[in-house]
């Protein structure tokens, strides 16, 4: 066994608060769009915040999504982590419909895994896009909407160049629901490691464990 | 030669061209020598008469006009003058003060001023000219000086930023100094400058002050920190609303055939009594209410029976403006709600604090010209639609009670065309049918959900305010009209929450299926999101369960 060295200690601490982070939002944000939501919760007898509180936890948590994602952003682009990981090249292209194959049809017959995670590229062409589009697109798109609802009437002058309100809250929402299916696709690919924890515990070590010589599923 | 010099400095001091000096007046006159007013006038100036003294015993009167023209000029209008009072009556010309008068009072001591109401206030306030004489520039100035060190921005003094500051945004403006800036001061200054010469033989009429505003038409707030600048002010803030008997016809009291003997039926003050003969209902009502009891204890603390428009035709700042009489902190007190001040731009107090008010989302049609959203007045509409339009027609042109959502779109655009890209649907939630219990001061129920949400009661009732010659109509709208412009490009209001979708709306939709299916769920506009992505998130969920089945099935 050999071990890879895939995350720093900052992006792993950085990676669970803006998990709890993200959490919280998506629930709170549910619950606003929703309201509905709230009565069904009751009847589970889950605890879920009331509306009015809901309203102030997704402001303030979403403040604190913003410097996460400032943190996260100057992180990357200081540490160089971005060109390493984040940076699509040339040699991706080949491998971009390999790596789907695998996912779709490999993995069920026990094909291997075309791509290895190692210290100078931890993602595929596709998780490149993944987490690409929801770091870099997605998230900003969220956090700056976001911004621009936390006063409305300070901001009203860019809210209605940008075309006003109404289409504020739809490009808000529709990021979120990219952001959703992005999650609920993360959440199972975790399991997708040479042991279903493996990428979990990558997230909380720093290191993968993977067979010598034998590049492992993913 | 020491007499040539003196004989030179003799010539200098001595006016040029008089044909007596002053000098040699001086000699008999020596009392006018220390005189400080016309003082670098030669006597012979005004006195033209003396060519040589001693002169004769009978002089000429002084002509002030020589000099005096446009003084004299008002002079001549005024009562003073009719009077038969010369200038010297009030003027002291060979006194010492220079340019001023003789005070009203030294010949007016202790007017009474019975017949003025609120005598004291009036008296503090104002000086003579204010009411008696021509002005020629008048205002009031309100200055605030906050504490060393404090900052305050105009857009807390103006929160619309329309350009001033309305009653309720001063009364809030009033309420934050009170909380947040202790030690500040608030100086009300009410200047009149006019011509004490021309002095009217009448006093102003209240109205001109009170109504037609001719006089204290502007009022400037001063707010001098830091940095100083000014606010104006709607003068209606200082100065209130009383109508004059030429306006009464026009209320709504008026309108009905009240006549002032009605009400005023001896000298006493005006009580609930009188009132309570017409509106039994509604006092009573009122009456076992706790506002009744702890605030406002008869109608006219609210209500000025005197005023010119009925509710309907007050908008949600104007109604505001009332509560706020009292109610000055009411901005701090809502510090919960989020996005406070904006809420206060489209809500009235008794939107929320009057649960059995019948309430409404009104729409009328304003423009933003520089950033300052006005509702459209009658007069501007006359001019794009001709004389004595019905806008209700040229919106509705079927004869119905009511406009479509559709039709309302229809129009804004064409107005638009017409007018200019500037304006727009404004919108607002305000009480259609007063019910007079505001008992409910803290809200059980701070859900937003009661406004936010398709299912608000205010979208049952919706209304466009049209305005007409002398008065609004209200029309009730038919359909949504929130839905049919996905981005506000007519519409300013959106009501964060009923863009959501709804059982009714999939049920509606599956129910259209297939051929109805595309148009419909064009006309969801932004809900469209909710919907789809609802569907992607279960199809995904779907997916991934049946992708780790599989993983299970085949042990990878």
Redesign the interface.
């Known amino acids: 066994m050999k071990k890879i060295f895939l995350h720093t200690l900052t992006i792993r601490i950085w990676h669970w608060i803006n998990a709890l982070i993200v959490i919280v939002l998506m629930i709170t944000g549910i619950q606003l769009?929703?309201?509905g939501v709230e009565e069904f919760a009751r009847n589970m007898a889950i605890w879920i915040p009331?509306?009015?509180m809901a309203?102030?936890i997704h402001?303030y948590i979403g403040y604190a999504m913003t410097l996460s994602f400032i943190f996260w952003l100057v992180y990357i682009l200081v540490s160089g982590s971005f060109r390493t990981h984040y940076f699509p090249r040339p040699a991706d292209i080949p491998i971009l419909g390999k790596q789907a194959l695998y996912y779709l049809v490999g993995?069920?017959?026990?094909s291997e895994n075309p791509f290895t995670p190692t210290e100078k590229g931890k993602f595929n062409p596709l998780q490149k896009i993944a987490y690409g589009s929801v770091m870099l697109v997605i998230t900003p798109l969220i956090v700056v909407t976001g911004i621009l609802f936390s006063?409305?009437?300070f901001f009203r002058d860019v809210i209605d160049w940008l075309?006003?309100?109404?289409?504020l809250?739809?490009l808000h929402?529709?990021a979120s629901?990219l952001f959703?299916?992005n999650l609920?696709?993360h959440l199972?690919m975790c399991?997708m490691g040479h042991h279903i924890f493996d990428h979990v515990k990558a997230m909380i070590v720093g290191f993968e464990e993977m067979p010598e010589e034998s590049p492992s599923?993913h | 030669m020491p007499i040539l010099v003196i004989i030179f400095f003799l010539i200098l001091s001595s006016p040029v061209g008089a044909a007596v000096p002053s000098d040699d007046c001086f000699n008999c006159h020596e009392e006018f020598k220390k005189r400080t007013s016309h003082e670098g006038i030669a006597c012979t100036d005004c006195h033209i008469g003396i060519k040589e003294i001693p002169h004769e015993e009978k002089l000429t009167t002084p002509a002030c006009n020589a000099c005096h023209h446009k003084t004299v000029e008002r002079y001549s209008a005024g009562i003073h003058k009719s009077k038969g009072l010369a200038c010297n009556q009030c003027h002291a010309i060979h006194g010492k003060k220079k340019g001023k008068g003789a005070d009203c009072a030294s010949c007016h001591p202790n007017i009474a001023h019975k017949a003025l109401p609120s005598r004291g206030k009036h008296l503090a306030a104002l000086n003579c000219v204010a009411c008696h004489g021509k002005l020629d520039k008048s205002g009031i100035t309100a200055t605030v000086t906050l504490p060393k060190g404090a900052t305050l921005e105009r857009k807390v003094v103006d929160?619309d930023g329309n350009g001033f500051a309305d009653p309720a945004e001063w009364h809030a403006f009033e309420a934050l100094l009170d909380q947040k800036f202790k030690g500040y001061k608030l100086e009300k200054q009410y200047w009149a400058y006019g011509d004490a010469h021309e002095i009217m033989p009448k006093a102003a009429d209240c109205g001109e002050c009170h109504n037609k505003r001719t006089r204290f038409a502007s009022a400037v707030g001063r707010i001098t920190d830091v940095t100083s600048y000014s606010v104006q002010i709607t003068p209606s803030v200082f100065i209130p609303e009383f109508p004059s008997l030429r306006e009464f016809p026009k209320t709504v009291h008026g309108q009905k055939g009240v006549r002032c003997t009605d009400c005023h039926s001896s000298k006493d003050k005006i009580t609930d009594k009188v009132c309570v003969r017409c509106h039994e209902q509604v006092y009573h009502t009122y009456e076992k209410s706790i506002h009744a009891k702890k605030g406002a204890t008869s109608c006219t603390d609210c209500h000025n029976p005197h005023l010119i428009k009925t509710y309907k035709e007050f908008n949600a700042k104007e109604r505001i403006a009332i509560c706020s009489r009292c109610h000055k902190d009411y901005i701090t007190r809502h510090e919960?709600l989020?996005?406070t001040?904006?809420h206060f731009d489209y809500l009235e107090c008794t939107t929320c604090h009057s649960p059995g008010s019948e309430k409404s989302m009104v729409f009328f049609f304003a423009d933003k010209k520089n950033n300052k959203k006005n509702a459209l007045q009658y007069e501007v509409l006359e001019r794009v639609f001709g004389k004595n339009v019905h806008l209700k027609s040229v919106i509705n042109t079927y004869a119905e009670n009511m406009v479509k959502g559709e039709e309302i779109g229809r129009f804004v655009i064409d107005l638009k065309k017409k007018m200019g890209e500037e304006i727009f649907v404004d919108a607002e939630i305000i009480v259609t049918k007063v019910h007079h219990d505001y008992s409910v001061t803290r809200l059980k129920e701070?859900?937003?959900?009661t406004c936010?949400?398709p299912q608000a009661h205010f979208y049952n009732s919706m209304y466009l305010i049209l305005p007409e010659k002398d008065h609004h109509i209200y029309v009730p709208v038919k359909g949504t009209l929130l839905s049919v412009?996905?981005?506000?490009?007519a519409l300013?209001i959106?009501v964060?929450?009923e863009?959501?979708i709804t059982k009714e709306d999939i049920y509606a939709l599956l129910g259209k299926a297939p051929e109805g299916f595309p148009a419909y769920a064009k006309s969801l506009g932004?809900k469209l999101?909710?919907l789809?992505?609802v569907i992607?998130?279960i199809l995904?969920?779907l997916s991934?369960l049946a992708?780790?089945l599989?993983?299970i099935l085949?042990k990878?």
Request: proline content about 4%.
């Open positions: 769009r929703m309201p009331e509306y009015s309203v102030l402001k993995v069920f017959q026990g006063d409305i009437f075309g006003g309100v109404r289409l809250d739809a929402v529709l629901y959703l299916l609920i696709v199972y399991t599923k | 929160r919960w989020p996005n001040t904006l701070r859900n937003c959900v936010h949400s412009y996905p981005i506000s490009m300013d959106y964060l929450g863009e959501k932004f999101i909710d789809v992505g992607l998130v995904v969920i991934i992708h780790a599989l993983r085949v990878r």
